[in-house]
Structures are given as structure tokens and as C-alpha cells.
């Protein structure tokens, strides 16, 4: 069995696909990377046969109409036969030495983790600006439970750069991500984390996380417009699961609840940024339909939490909103 399988999601990727499945085919025949062709009208078609043509022990190719990146992650998770499974943007790459590191922990764990925890770096280019980590909150190099972590603050969150979770806890648990639409990576980290319950930190930089090229999904105004996948993302993790389950086990709990309160915040935040009539009744309509599915939790982010001011009605939520949002903007440096 391959450590780890790698799925890279590329459309009309030509110009840097080859940055990302270079720095993966580092990890030799320990590795498998799934490179998806999401539809794309250059020559990435070409470029990942040439990868399969090349690599045919570890690179497999998958051409399918273009159904948006969670597609292309789902394609990947059906064709995974690695112990873990990761998500590398078509933009981004992995570093050398953190890579090298990772498949060492991999080799030693041996399955035992529900989900890898890793560093990452942001980029502007090949320019390092900011370094994302969690030692100040979790114990490393050591299997521990949710009870051991401390809490993640708000501007603190689990990314899906940082992230690793085991494959068949993908393969069962009923992940599916939705197509043509964006930021479905906040319903990827949420829905599977109900399922771990044992991880592995490893304080050490793995993913490169570029930032600095124009028209990607997290620039500010990107965001704004496509307000309506965050309210789709947003409803699809209320709908998934109940952090309250788990109610029981606060530590637990309260990672769950934090994932899903930063969603809640951005969904509100981006539909109050718009700021047009129809985002204001797609906010209303939104806001009604989780109540409706999930009454305690709603009430509990709504009104009983920090981004409290984010619901005021007209100016005061708008202004508020945009405080929020430069604030976090200024705090990690995301954007």
C-alpha cells in the first residue's frame, strides 16, 4: 500500500501544474498522485499524460467534465489506495525537507492516527510572507485526543493545508462534496473531523500555500461576488452533522463548534460585504433554513458568541462585518 495519496486538482493549469506534481514526485513509489483534469481547454490534458505516460507507478490521470474542485477531490478519493489522503492545490507544492519528515511520520505511525496535522507556508509567488502553526496548541510528535489539544482562538482555525486525514475514513463516512462551487474545503475539514478522534501534529512547514496569484477564490472581492457558495457551503455543514453529539466529550465539542463558527461567520460576513438586496434576502433566507435545521446551534452562534455584532441589521452589520473581516484580514494574513 502507497503512505500517502496525493490528489491534484488542475484546471486550465498548464502554466504551474508542473510546480505542484514536481515536488510530489519527490516521494517516489511511497506515493501515488492522482492528477484530475477538471475539464480544462489548455494543455493540462496533455501535460498530466505526459506525468501517467512517464510515471505509471505512481501518477494516475483522470480527464472528467469540468465539475469544480470538489469533484475533482471527490475522483480522488474514489481511486485513493494510500494510508492517508491530501489535497494539493494545482498552484501550490510541497516543501522538500517537511516532505521528507511527513512520509517518515507516515511510516511510523502505521495507520494508527485518524488525521496528520502539519505547518504550512503562505506564499506571494516563491516568496515566503507568513508561516501557519499549531505549537502552541497541540502536543507534538505524539498520537493525542481532543481532551489534550487547547482551544483554537478566532483567528486561529484547522485548514485544509494543514490537514491529513486517513483514507478510509474519507471512503465511509459519507463525504460528498458538492460540484461548481467553491470553498466546499470548509465542508471537507468539518464533515470528516466528527470522525477523528486520534491525531498527530508534526511541528514542521509541508505545504507551500500560494496566495499572490490574481483571481484566486480567496481574494477579498473574489469572495464577495461568490457569496452564494458560502451560503451553500455553509448550509451543507449545518446539514451534515450535530456537534452536539458529542456534547459529552467538551474538547471534542468545542473543536466542532469552532469549525463551524468560523464558517458561520464568514458565510455572514461575505453576504453583509455584498451588500445589495439580493444578498441581503439570500442572507435571511439562509439564516432561516439553518435555524430550521439545526435550532440550539444557530441560536448559539447567532446570539450567544463573539460575531454577535456581524447580525445586526443594515449599516451596523455591514460596518461590523467589514471590521471583522479586516481585522482577520490584518491577523493571518490569508489574503
Request: net charge positive; aromatic share 14%; with cysteine.
Amino acid at each position: 500500500m502507497k503512505l500517502i495519496s496525493f490528489v491534484v486538482c488542475c484546471y486550465n493549469s498548464q502554466e504551474y501544474m508542473r510546480d505542484a506534481v514536481d515536488s510530489l514526485l519527490k516521494g517516489g513509489e511511497e506515493v501515488e498522485i492522482i492528477i484530475v483534469d477538471d475539464g480544462s481547454k489548455d494543455d493540462t490534458p496533455k501535460i498530466a499524460d505526459e506525468y501517467g505516460e512517464k510515471y505509471p507507478s505512481i501518477v494516475k490521470v483522470v480527464h472528467q467534465p469540468n465539475g469544480g474542485h470538489g469533484a475533482g477531490v471527490m475522483a480522488g478519493v474514489r481511486l485513493a489506495t494510500g494510508t492517508y489522503f491530501k489535497i494539493v492545490d494545482s498552484d501550490d507544492w510541497v516543501d522538500d525537507e517537511g516532505y521528507q519528515e511527513v512520509l517518515n511520520t507516515v511510516r511510523k505511525l502505521d495507520g494508527k492516527a485518524d488525521l496528520i496535522v502539519t505547518d504550512f507556508q503562505y506564499y506571494h509567488g516563491k516568496k515566503p510572507v507568513q508561516q501557519n502553526s499549531y505549537d502552541k496548541k497541540f502536543p507534538q510528535n505524539r498520537i493525542f485526543k481532543w481532551k489534550e489539544a487547547k482551544k483554537l482562538s478566532l483567528t486561529e482555525n484547522m485548514l485544509i493545508q494543514s490537514l491529513m486525514y486517513r483514507t478510509d475514513i474519507l471512503k465511509t463516512d459519507g463525504l460528498d462534496l458538492p460540484n461548481k462551487v467553491f470553498y466546499e474545503d470548509t465542508l471537507y475539514i468539518y464533515h470528516n473531523l466528527f470522525y477523528v478522534d486520534n491525531i498527530y501534529y508534526l511541528h514542521k512547514n509541508f505545504y507551500c500555500y500560494n496566495v499572490g496569484r490574481p483571481g484566486q477564490s480567496v481574494e477579498m472581492d473574489t469572495s464577495i461576488r461568490r457569496y452564494k457558495d458560502f451560503l451553500k457551503v455553509g448550509e451543507l455543514c449545518f446539514k451534515c452533522n450535530d456537534p452536539y453529539k458529542y456534547k459529552a466529550d467538551k474538547a471534542k465539542f468545542f473543536a466542532l463548534y469552532h469549525q463551524i463558527r468560523i464558517s458561520f461567520y464568514m458565510c455572514m460576513c461575505y453576504a453583509k460585504l455584498r451588500h445589495t438586496k439580493e444578498s441581503k434576502a439570500d442572507l435571511k433566507a439562509w439564516l432561516k433554513t439553518c435555524k430550521a435545521t439545526n435550532k440550539r446551534l444557530y441560536r448559539r452562534l447567532r446570539y450567544f458568541s463573539v460575531g454577535f455584532p456581524i447580525s445586526f441589521p443594515g449599516i451596523f452589520g455591514y460596518l461590523n462585518a467589514k471590521i471583522a473581516y479586516n481585522t482577520a484580514q490584518k491577523l493571518v494574513s490569508f489574503n
